[in-house]
C-alpha cells in the first residue's frame, strides 16, 4: 500500500516549457487534490477533483491544468512554465466525507529558470 | 477576508513545556470541520487531529489536543510536553460543510529548544 505516490521528486524546467506532474494513489479515494506551497503562503489549493472525470478550480488555478481520466491518478499539467510557478506541489486525496482528512503525497519540488 | 488565520510566523519553546498554536477561522456555516497538519523539515504532511464543529467535546490524540472555542471561531493546537521532534511548521485547514475544498492557514513554524 504506497498510499499517494507524485512523479517526478524534482524538475527544473525553461521558461515556456511544458510538463506533467502525475499523482496516483491506491486508496480507493474520491477526492484528489493539487496545492502549490510557497514560502509565506502556506498551501494554496491549484484543482481539485470530486471524482473520475470530473474537475473543479482551486484558490490558483491560472497557468495549469488537470485530468482525472483514472480514479486512481490526477495530474497537473503546466503548459507554458512561468518562474512564477516555481515551488513546491503536493498532491492529497481524501474519502468523501467531510471528517476525512487528506493524505499528502511526497511532494514535486519545480524550479522554472 | 482569510478564512484561516495563524498570527504566529514562528515561535520558540523550550523542551518539554506545553505549546498553544493559535488559529483563528471565519465561516457562516454551522456544520465544518477543523484539521491541524504537521510539516517536519523533510517536507511530508503529516495529519495530527481533526475537530468538527458539532463535536461537543475538545478533540484529543495523544500528546496532541485541540482547544476548540466555537464563540470565538478559534481552534488552537495544543502540544503538551514538547519533544524537540515537534520542531516543525503546523498548518490548521478547515472544510466548510458541503464544500470539497479543504482551505489551510500559512502556518506557524514551531521551534523546540533543548
Known amino acids: 500500500n504506497a498510499g499517494v505516490t507524485q512523479t517526478p521528486k524534482f524538475r527544473v524546467l525553461k521558461t515556456g516549457q511544458s510538463m506533467t506532474l502525475l499523482c496516483a494513489q491506491d486508496?480507493?479515494?474520491?477526492?484528489m487534490y493539487w496545492y502549490r506551497q510557497d514560502p509565506g503562503m502556506g498551501l494554496r489549493l491549484i484543482h481539485y477533483s470530486v471524482g473520475e472525470g470530473t474537475t473543479a478550480k482551486g484558490e490558483v488555478p491560472d497557468g495549469y491544468n488537470v485530468s482525472r481520466l483514472k480514479k486512481q491518478n490526477f495530474l497537473l499539467g503546466l503548459e507554458s512554465a512561468a518562474p512564477s510557478q516555481t515551488s513546491v506541489y503536493f498532491c492529497?486525496?481524501?474519502?468523501?466525507?467531510?471528517?476525512?482528512?487528506?493524505?499528502f503525497g511526497p511532494g514535486t519540488r519545480l524550479t522554472v529558470t | 477576508a482569510q478564512k484561516i488565520t495563524q498570527t504566529q510566523p514562528g515561535m520558540f519553546v523550550q523542551e518539554k513545556e506545553a505549546v498553544t498554536l493559535d488559529c483563528t477561522y471565519d465561516?457562516?456555516?454551522?456544520?465544518?470541520?477543523l484539521f491541524w497538519y504537521k510539516q517536519p523539515s523533510s517536507g511530508e504532511m503529516i495529519f495530527l487531529i481533526y475537530q468538527g464543529s458539532y463535536d461537543e467535546q475538545n478533540a484529543t490524540e495523544g500528546r496532541y489536543s485541540l482547544n476548540f472555542q466555537k464563540a470565538r471561531k478559534s481552534a488552537n493546537l495544543v502540544i503538551s510536553a514538547s519533544q524537540l521532534g515537534d520542531s516543525a511548521m503546523y498548518f490548521c485547514a478547515m472544510r466548510e460543510g458541503g464544500d470539497d475544498k479543504i482551505i489551510f492557514g500559512k502556518g506557524t513554524r514551531l521551534h523546540i529548544l533543548p
Open positions: 492529497a486525496s481524501s474519502f468523501l466525507t467531510s471528517a476525512d482528512e487528506q493524505y
Open positions: 486508496m480507493n479515494h474520491e477526492y
Open positions: 465561516t457562516s456555516d454551522q456544520s465544518y470541520g
